[in-house]
């Protein structure tokens, strides 16, 4: 099995955990939210970036699995 191969299954598994978290939610969550919830509070170099929650909600924006509305210069995710 190759490297890439070995991380699709966990990777979906992410997928359908932040689609699950955003559907209890139809008002929306930021991606603070999602990674509040879903442990996966991340850091670099002491700053909170949250870079990996943010990954996952872009591949699923991607998959139009996920949606967000701007405002503020925030964003707002919904399950789709």
């Known amino acids: 099995m190759t490297a890439h191969e ?3 299954e ?8 932040v689609v699950a978290y955003l559907a209890e939610y139809p008002e929306g969550c930021s991606n603070v939210n999602v ?3 879903l442990g996966l509070r991340s850091d670099f170099e002491g700053k909170n970036q ?4 943010w990954s996952i909600l872009g ?3 991607n998959e139009n ?3 967000y509305e701007k ?4 964003r ?5």
Request: glycine residues 4%.
């Open 59 to 61: 591949f699923l924006v």
């Open 71 to 74: 405002a503020n210069n925030r």
């Open 35 to 37: 990674a509040d919830a």
């Open 10 to 17: 966990p990777l979906g598994q992410l997928k359908e955990a």
């Open 76 to 80: 707002r995710y919904f399950a789709s």
């Open 50 to 53: 949250d870079y990996l929650s």
């Open 65 to 67: 699995r996920v949606r």
């Open 6 to 8: 070995q991380v699709q």
